[in-house]
C-alpha cells in the first residue's frame, strides 16, 4: 500500500466526468495520489489532453454529452494497447460492459464510486503497468526514469539515485518541457530552507550521473527537463 | 467465409466446455484450421493442460464443475500475464461481466457461438500474438525467427536452432517487455541443475544465429531481447 502510493505519485492520470459535483469530489482525491491530474469535463477535453500529454492511467465517465468515455478509450486503444483504462458508470448494461472488455479495460466501477473500488483499480493499474515495464518515463533518447525503483535506466545500465536527486529528478520528468521553480523543487524535497546551492549541487550531480544536456537552467526560475514528445513510445 | 488455413499452422488452442455436445461441436470447428486442439471438461483440467502444453489462445466456459472459467483464467494470468483468453457464455450478467474485466479478456462472446465471431476473435487473439512477439518476428540483424515453426533464418535460407536455444529465445520472447535474469533462465531451461558459464555460453550460441543485438545483457541484471513482429 504505502509502495502504491509512492508509485502513483510518480504518475500522471486523465480523468474525465461530466458532473461537476462528482468531477470536484473525485479530482481532490486523485491529487492526493498522483503526481499529476489532468482533468476534463468531457470527452473532448480528455482526447485533447490525451495528444498533447503523456499519461500513465485513464480514468473515464462512460456516459457523456458529445463524445463519451468509451470513445474516449477506443481512441486511446487506436495508438496504445497497453495503457490502464477504468471506467466509472452508473450504467452497467451488457452493451457497455461487453464493449469494455473488448476494449481491454482493467475495471469497471460502479458508480458512485467507493473510495475503496477506486485504490483497488488502481493497485491493478500499477500492476499491469509494472507487468509491462512501463513504470519507465522516457525523457532522453536513451534514458528512462524507473518510477517504481527511483532509479534511471540507461540502455543496459541502471544509473542509482540518491534519495533527493531522485525526488528532483522525478518532478522535472513528470512536467516535462515545464518549467520547474525552486519553490516547486523545494516543496517536492520536503525542505522549505533548502538553498539555492544545495538545489544547485543535485541538479549538477544528476547531470554529471545521467551525461545528459537535458535538464535546462533558467537563470533566477528554474530548470525544466527538455525533451522531444515521443507520442506512443516509453 | 474463408479461413487462411496457413494463419494457425503450428498454433497451439485450448479449450474448456463442460457441456459434451458444444464441447465436440466446437472442438470440431476449431480443428478445421487448427491442428493443435486440446479439449477438456472443466477448469481444472484446463489449468493442468495450460501449465503442460502452453497454449498460445484459450478459450474458456464460464460455468464448469470443479473450477470455473473465472478461477481458471486467473490461474493461467497469474503464469503468462499476456497469453489471450476469451470467454464464452450464457450468462452476461452484470457480476460476470464486471468480474471479468481486470483478466483483459480479448472477448466474451455469448453461447450458443456463432462461427463468424468465434473466427473473428480468433483472429483477434493472432493479432495479439503477433504484436507480443510469439509469431514471427525481425531482429536488428535481419534475421528473421517464426515462433511457431521454430525455424530462424535469413532471406527465406533457414537455419536450424537447438532445443535449449529455441526454449531461451521463446523465453526471452515472451518476457520481452523485461530484463529476464539469468536465474530465472536457469531455472526454466535447466530446473536450476546448471553450471556457471552454460547460460552464458548459450547465449553466445544464440546470438551467433540471431545477431549480436538481438540480445542485450542487461549488466549484472540479465538478458533482454531486441525484435520487431513481421
Known amino acids: 500500500m504505502q509502495q502504491l502510493i509512492e508509485i502513483l505519485r510518480n504518475l500522471t492520470v486523465l480523468y474525465a466526468e461530466d458532473d461537476d459535483a462528482i468531477r470536484a469530489n473525485t479530482t481532490k482525491t486523485l491529487q492526493m495520489l498522483f503526481g499529476r491530474v489532468l482533468v476534463a469535463k468531457d470527452g473532448m477535453e480528455a482526447l485533447a489532453y490525451y495528444v498533447e500529454e503523456k499519461i500513465h492511467i485513464a480514468l473515464l465517465d462512460y456516459v457523456m454529452p458529445c463524445v463519451d468515455g468509451y470513445e474516449v478509450a477506443r481512441e486511446i486503444r487506436a495508438h496504445d494497447h497497453h495503457v490502464p483504462i477504468i471506467i466509472c458508470s452508473g450504467y452497467t448494461d451488457q452493451e457497455k460492459l461487453l464493449g469494455a472488455i473488448r476494449l481491454g479495460v482493467i475495471e469497471y466501477i460502479e458508480k458512485p464510486m467507493a473510495y475503496e473500488a477506486l485504490i483497488g483499480a488502481l493497485t491493478g493499474a500499477v500492476q499491469k503497468l509494472r507487468n509491462q515495464q512501463l513504470l519507465h518515463v522516457k525523457f532522453d533518447s536513451h534514458l528512462a526514469y524507473d518510477v517504481a525503483n527511483q532509479c534511471v535506466l540507461g540502455g543496459a545500465n541502471k544509473i542509482d539515485l540518491t534519495c533527493q536527486e531522485a525526488q528532483v529528478l522525478g518532478v522535472l520528468v513528470r512536467h516535462q518541457n515545464h518549467l520547474i521553480t525552486k519553490e516547486q523543487l523545494q516543496e517536492a524535497l520536503h525542505d522549505s530552507n533548502l538553498s539555492d546551492n544545495a538545489l544547485r549541487n543535485i541538479v549538477y550531480r544528476l547531470r554529471k550521473k545521467l551525461k545528459t544536456e537535458c535538464i535546462v537552467t533558467v537563470k533566477d526560475m528554474g530548470y525544466f527537463m527538455a525533451s522531444k514528445r515521443e507520442r506512443h513510445g516509453y | ?230
Open chain 2, 1 to 230: 467465409m474463408d479461413i487462411d488455413h496457413t494463419l494457425f499452422e503450428g498454433v497451439r488452442i485450448l479449450y474448456a466446455e463442460d457441456d459434451p455436445v458444444t464441447r465436440e461441436n466446437i472442438t470440431k470447428t476449431l480443428r478445421l484450421f487448427c491442428s493443435h486442439v486440446f479439449s477438456v471438461e472443466d477448469g481444472q483440467a484446463a489449468v493442468e493442460v495450460f501449465e503442460k502444453e502452453e497454449p498460445h489462445i484459450v478459450i474458456l466456459d464460464y460455468v464448469m464443475p470443479r473450477m470455473n472459467g473465472l478461477n481458471a483464467a486467473k490461474a493461467m494470468r497469474a503464469l503468462a500475464p499476456e497469453i489471450p483468453i476469451f470467454m464464452t457464455s450464457s450468462y452476461t450478467d452484470k457480476e460476470k461481466l464486471i468480474g471479468v474485466m481486470h483478466l483483459g479478456l480479448v472477448d466474451y462472446l455469448e453461447k450458443p457461438l456463432e462461427l463468424f465471431s468465434l473466427v473473428k476473435t480468433l483472429a483477434k487473439c493472432l493479432e495479439r500474438l503477433h504484436e507480443g512477439l510469439r509469431l514471427r518476428v525481425i531482429f536488428p540483424s535481419g534475421v528473421v525467427y517464426d515462433g511457431l515453426r521454430k525455424e530462424i533464418g535469413i532471406k527465406g535460407v533457414y537455419a536450424t536452432l537447438t532445443k535449449k536455444e529455441t526454449q531461451l529465445l521463446d523465453f526471452l520472447l515472451a518476457n520481452h517487455q523485461r530484463v529476464v535474469t539469468q536465474g530465472e533462465i536457469e531455472q526454466k531451461l535447466y530446473e536450476g541443475n546448471v553450471e556457471a558459464n552454460t547460460v552464458r555460453n548459450l547465449v553466445y550460441r544464440l546470438r551467433q544465429k540471431c545477431g549480436q543485438e538481438a540480445i542485450e545483457t542487461a549488466k549484472g541484471r540479465g538478458y533482454s531481447i531486441c525484435a520487431m513482429p513481421c
